[in-house]
């Protein structure tokens, strides 16, 4: 059988050391970013020891996923004394996390190199991979217009919040200053008129209580004359008036509610 071409893509190439810092992660890698048509369910594993190991090298990579096909290739240009398996995973994102931590293992006394193989896709193979990618796009896209819809809304939210503050603001400034106005249009010499109701000055006589209730009333003091004080077991005749008789307003007294005097 006619020996098949080592593709380019399939040798193991130096690391990279004179990438920018800021693009350097924590360990040296010679590619960094894989397109979507370099990526593939497919991987080729080099450098696997003579030694009849498939079963344990296909337990090795089960654990990243569902694993489709495990074949050793015959007629596949390898290193002497270590053959090349060719695994197909059943998700692509299975594929990615092995090519990722299983590149450089150890595996019985040998160094493992894994690497992506599209050249063996199928056209159905390859048109479901590159239509996955498209609708993980969309989500992504979609999802990054929700967060930013989301952002402007609450920038809305806020905008609105501090425009009512400020018009709040703006009316108890523009109370303030419209009684300051209101202030300002009495001066110190302004004379302030209260009207009051002519009863309030001028009781009629029926509202008065009779003559005899002040005849044990003492006599107004003068002026600058000095008032003893009298205790109420003092008082010869005082005037006894209920509680519940008692005038809710003492400037209209009634001649109901006083008592007769003992």
């Known amino acids: 059988m006619e020996e098949e071409i080592r593709k380019k893509h399939h040798v193991r190439e130096d690391l990279c050391t004179n990438r920018p810092k800021y693009r350097d992660g924590r360990k040296l890698r010679a590619i960094k970013v894989y397109t979507i048509n370099q990526e593939s369910q497919y991987l080729l594993v080099q450098g696997v020891p003579s030694i009849?190991?498939?079963?344990?090298?296909?337990?090795?990579?089960?654990?990243?996923?569902?694993?489709?096909?495990?074949?050793?290739?015959?007629?596949?240009p390898t290193e002497e004394f270590t053959e090349v398996f060719l695994i197909k995973f059943a998700r692509l994102q299975s594929a990615r996390f092995a090519k990722r931590f299983r590149d450089d293992y150890n595996f019985?006394?040998?160094?493992?190199?894994?690497?992506?193989?599209?050249?063996?896709?199928?056209?159905d193979e390859t048109w479901t991979k590159l239509e996955d990618r498209r609708k993980s796009v969309i989500r992504?896209?979609?999802l990054i217009e929700r967060q930013a819809q989301r952002e402007r809304e609450e920038a809305e939210l806020d905008a609105s919040a501090a425009a009512a503050s400020g018009d709040a603001a703006s009316g108890s400034s523009e109370t303030v200053v419209a009684a300051e106005e209101d202030g300002a249009r009495f001066s110190e010499d302004?004379?302030?008129?209260?009207?009051?109701p002519e009863e309030f000055f001028f009781p009629s006589s029926d509202d008065l209580p009779p003559a005899e209730h002040y005849q044990h009333l003492p006599p107004p003091p003068s002026v600058g004359q000095t008032v003893p004080f009298v205790y109420p077991s003092q008082l010869t005749n005082p005037i006894i008036v209920p509680h519940d008789q008692r005038l809710s307003n003492p400037l209209q007294p009634s001649s109901s509610y006083m008592a007769s005097p003992r």
């Open 190 to 196: 302004t004379p302030v008129v209260i009207e009051l």
């Open 52 to 76: 009849n190991v498939k079963t344990e090298l296909q337990d090795l990579f089960s654990s990243f996923g569902e694993i489709l096909s495990c074949e050793r290739l015959e007629n596949y």
């Open 108 to 123: 019985y006394g040998g160094v493992l190199h894994v690497c992506y193989a599209p050249e063996y896709e199928s056209v």
């Open 140 to 142: 992504r896209i979609n």
